[in-house]
């Protein structure tokens, strides 16, 4: 069968290919050239060609030549071999040595051959040629395209093979890190790139087992697929081609497609994400190597929370707030623990007063600590240990969290806040009935009651009313929002006051005390004074829950 290309397995130097308008294409070992192709090879070449079908053909330099398939061919055996010469002939010759003749006279003039024989022996080789020193044309025979050749040079030396094509890759290590994922740097995303070679001309490259044809890579490649390796994307942004193909570099970005799940409790640890790289030469060469990625965990970011101050008796009591979405607190690309539980934990509760003694934060007012990350510390005014505090006093209140990833990465913190003391203020206010607290004797002998008056008290303290004393006699609070008519009256010699109502405010802070003040008889007046008066006054003293305190008078 008649070979219709040829196979370029060994290439020294240069050669080119002629096209139909005259221009040189160059050569390389791999390619496939049409069999009516016309070759130039340069000073130094060596070219080998393998029919498709059949034969090798070697070109050596400086030769122009169009090939054809008969060069392919080898000779037949027949046309080749020589007749035995004729007995006669032989006899002439035998018989004119052995007579001291020229023996070439009796040989028929060169014009007349000897006939083609059909490949038997003889006992001498005529010669049917004279090799010139000169570069030669080698023919070999048939053989298939597989089977290792040998180059034929003149004088029957075996040149050595050339070695069989080889091809390289080599290979690049970069970051990326989680934690550029939820911000604005880009640190989730690298760049690098890699060197690839083939001797037999780079044919295609697989990356990521995605496969890149040469051409491709020489085109646009920003039209080129990327690589999804699982863990990120990459793909191409440039390629340099290097002499005659036979070298490049492939320059590829990275970016992390998201959060990987690493080592649980192992803070900033990695993972790799290697991706295979093959590059295969036109004549077969291949070579491997790979893009090391390393791939760094990120771990949550707990910031120290200043929750701010809460005064004693001021209208503000409660400080709070929210671990999980306090500024500058994250979870990180991981995300938080699946459970809340996981996710928040709470550590120790610290207390100090002035700087020095640690103080039980219970006694000043209620801490509550969620499972959700929510808190909030309610300063309880009613409270002994907080009234005790003066306007100098601070207490400094430290209370410990972390924040666990879902790889179990923790970071934890503390959030702070000052109880900050007050100096405790109280007062007493008499408001007196419509005839201003005047009593008078003549009721004491009419119908009339006018031996009798009534009033408000009102007593207030900043750090809560404890306690009222009238005209000597103490009342706790407690007493006075019990049963009234069991509290007894006060006899101040001249009347007698009763205590009819009482109201205390919602914060404890003010009540409101009613009463009645009758005269018990008539009084020693000044003597001839007509209608003369006497004062008659009743002491008032408050006593606030922190230890404030004020005095007054119904007069």
């Known amino acids: 069968m008649a070979n219709t290309f040829a196979l370029i397995t060994k290439l020294e130097g240069q050669a080119w290919i002629r096209d139909a308008d005259g221009n040189l294409q160059p050569l390389r070992v791999g390619m496939r050239i049409p069999v009516d192709a016309e070759i130039i090879t340069a000073a130094g070449a060596q070219l080998s060609l393998q ?17 054809a398939d008969d060069l392919f061919k080898t000779a037949d055996p027949a046309e080749s071999a020589l007749a035995n010469p ?4 032989v006899n002439a010759l035998i018989t004119a040595l052995n007579q001291g003749q020229d023996p070439l006279a009796q040989l028929d003039p060169t014009a007349a051959t000897l006939a083609g024989g059909d490949g038997a022996g003889s006992t001498y080789v005529r010669l049917s040629s004279v090799i010139e020193n000169t570069t030669p044309l080698a023919l070999e025979y048939p053989r298939s395209v597989a089977t290792p050749t040998a180059d034929v040079i003149s004088g029957g030396v ?4 050339e070695p069989a094509p080889q091809a390289g890759v080599g290979g690049d290590a970069k970051s990326v890190y989680e934690a550029g994922l939820n911000q604005e740097a880009s ?3 690298t760049s690098g790139s890699i060197a690839i070679s083939a001797s037999d001309g780079i044919s295609s490259i697989t990356i990521g087992g995605v496969s890149f044809t040469l051409a491709q890579l020489l085109g646009d490649v920003g039209l080129l697929p990327s690589v999804n390796t699982g863990e990120g994307t990459l793909r191409i942004t440039g390629y340099t081609p290097g002499a005659n193909n036979q070298a490049g570099t492939v320059s590829y970005e990275y970016t992390l497609n998201a959060a990987q799940q690493h080592a649980p409790g192992a803070n900033n640890n990695t993972l790799p994400d290697t991706v295979g790289i093959t590059v295969l030469g036109a004549g077969g060469s291949t070579a491997g190597g790979s893009i090391n990625i390393t791939i760094v965990d990120d771990v949550p970011v707990a910031t120290a929370i200043n929750a701010g101050v809460v005064t004693e008796d001021s209208a503000t ?3 709070d707030g929210n671990v999980k979405t306090a500024t500058g607190n994250s979870f990180g690309a991981d995300g938080q623990a699946v459970l809340d539980a ?6 120790s509760v610290n207390a100090v007063l002035n700087g020095g003694a640690a103080v039980n934060l219970s006694n000043y007012g209620a801490l ?7 808190w909030s510390f309610t300063l309880d005014n009613s409270k002994p240990a907080t009234q005790a505090l003066n306007a100098g006093d601070t207490i400094a209140v430290t209370l410990g969290y972390s924040l666990t990833d879902k790889d179990s990465d923790t970071r934890s913190s503390t959030i702070s806040f000052n109880i900050q003391g007050a100096d405790d203020t109280a007062r007493v206010t008499v408001n007196a009935g419509d005839d201003n607290d005047f009593v008078y004797e003549a009721g004491l002998t009419s119908a009339a009651t006018t031996e009798s008056t009534t009033g408000v008290i009102t007593v207030q303290a900043s750090d809560g009313v404890a306690k009222v004393t009238i005209g000597g006699v103490e009342y706790t609070v407690a007493q006075l929002g019990g049963n009234l008519a069991a509290l007894g009256t006060v006899n101040t010699d001249e009347g007698t006051l009763t205590i009819t109502s009482f109201s205390l405010a919602g914060d404890g802070k003010s009540a409101d005390i009613g009463y009645s003040y009758t005269l018990n008889a008539a009084q020693q007046h000044a003597p001839g004074a007509n209608n003369n008066t006497l004062p008659d006054t009743v002491g008032i003293t408050v006593l606030g829950a922190g230890g404030s305190t004020a005095g007054g008078s119904i007069n």
Do not use: F, H
Request: avoid cysteine; charge should be negative.
């Open 51 to 67: 029919g498709s079908e059949s034969g090798v053909l070697q070109v050596a330099e400086n030769q122009q030549l169009k090939l």
């Open 86 to 89: 004729a007995d006669t002939d």
């Open 158 to 161: 075996i040149a050595p093979e």
């Open 187 to 189: 640190s989730e995303t």
């Open 317 to 319: 009591t409660v400080v």
């Open 342 to 347: 996981d996710a928040v934990t709470w550590g």
């Open 368 to 374: 509550v600590r969620n499972a959700d990350g929510s």
